[in-house]
């Protein structure tokens, strides 16, 4: 049976070994990571419970200890109720446009609410300890758990793949959210601004985001579409697609693989190693893992280049605001392209992209990108 196994293995090319053993296993890994992390963070959770049960249960005129300005926050008074419409609005949504079972409504909301609750702390914190927020892995373990859950109600086939991945969407935009806004919120630490202030105006940010990603998306699937010849590349909805799949239709789900993944996190937490980056970089294809690792060298490079802790500490964050304004422009520039793709203006040099020239182009430029963040980063000051 071994024997087998290795030669199946060994017809298989590096992808298709990544995508049927590696992923998995990360998938494994990120779970149980996530689970180490709420568990680690349960006292933060429950403090938080409690701290708003005491700000909600305080008698009108009842003084509580006033906060500092930099630790104000918008009252739990006003946010349970928003949160009570929230959820209203995301009942109504999958009992009327997914799933059309009030039952099963609701017990979609409910696993909606309680891995929403729970994961977004494990978010929060991959923020503050890796920079980076898991949201792929944790939204394929949500998947995973929302079809058991929902085979097991009853809901299969291509209607609960379609509730499937409806709740998936909403875990990912509660977790993408989170993560987003812990950085936000970091930063206004760094510059000494009001959270309240800041929770205000991104309840704004959320509704002009949400109708901006709407038209993009709109504007992407006319331009070039999501399947068939030369459509954008969605690999990330094929995983999410091919994990609920069989689970849904009866398929070989590779259990076996999610629990070693799951072990490894465990051995991995027990030999002081970080779970979760190890886990990431099980998940993340090579194509994504290599630039992460030349952003961890060059990151390496900028922060060691002085006897000065504090002026280290100044030029790395300096190379991070170089690098996501990297980031920010690609993504702004690659909606452009779609709107002129989308106007039928077409100034792309196909030919050329399939010479030996281009490619070289390629290189240079990223070298050259790389070294202007180097550049920019060791001439950061202290002042």
């Known amino acids: 049976m071994g024997e087998g196994i290795s030669q199946t293995i060994g017809m298989m090319s590096p992808e298709e070994i990544f995508s049927n053993y590696a992923r998995p296993l990360g998938i494994g890994g990120i779970a149980m990571a996530g689970i180490i992390g709420i568990i680690k963070s349960s006292h933060i959770i429950t403090g938080a419970i409690k701290l708003a ?10 003084l509580l200890t006033a906060p500092e ?5 918008i009252p739990m008074k006003r946010i349970v109720p928003l949160l009570v419409i929230v959820l209203i609005a995301t009942l109504l949504f999958i009992q009327f446009g997914v799933i059309h079972s009030w039952g099963q409504s609701l017990v979609s909301l409910l696993i909606v609410f309680v891995i929403a609750f729970l994961f977004t702390s494990v978010a929060a914190n991959a923020i503050a300890i890796v920079g980076s927020n898991p949201v ?11 079809s058991v859950v929902l085979v097991g109600i009853g809901l299969s086939g291509n209607s609960g793949m379609v509730a499937a991945m409806v709740i998936g969407g909403i875990v990912c935009t509660a977790l993408s959210m989170a993560g987003g806004f812990i950085t936000d919120l970091k930063i206004g630490y760094w510059v000494g601004s009001t959270p309240r202030k800041q929770q205000r105006w991104k309840f704004l940010g959320v509704a002009v985001s949400a109708m901006t990603v709407a038209l993009v998306m709109l504007v992407l699937n006319k331009a070039y579409g ?21 689970l849904m239709s009866g398929g ?15 051995i991995l937490t027990f030999i002081k190693v970080p779970a979760l980056p190890f886990s990431l970089g099980m998940f993340i294809p090579l194509q994504l893992n290599m630039p992460l690792l030349v952003g961890a060298i060059i ?8 006897k000065d802790a504090t002026l280290n500490k100044i030029r790395k964050d300096k190379g991070t605001l170089i690098a996501s304004g990297f980031i920010a422009g690609g993504a702004l520039m690659g909606v452009v392209s779609a709107i002129l793709k989308f106007a039928n203006v077409d100034i792309m040099q196909h030919e050329w992209l399939q010479t ?23 001439k950061a000051k202290k002042d």
């Open 252 to 266: 070989e789900t590779p259990w076996v693989l999610y629990i070693a993944g799951a072990i490894l996190a465990l």
């Open 53 to 62: 049960a005491t700000e909600l249960g305080a008698k009108k005129g009842q």
């Open 299 to 306: 990151s390496y490079i900028v922060s060691t280049r002085s």
């Open 136 to 146: 792929s892995g944790m939204t394929l373990m949500t998947l995973i758990l929302t």
């Open 69 to 73: 300005r930099t630790d104000e926050d």
């Open 226 to 246: 999501f399947t068939g010849d030369g459509a954008l590349v969605a690999p990330q909805a094929n995983a999410m697609a091919a994990v609920i799949k069989p």
């Open 356 to 378: 030996s020239g281009a490619a070289l182009t390629t290189v240079v430029m990223y070298l050259v990108i790389i070294g202007y963040v180097i550049v920019g980063s060791l």
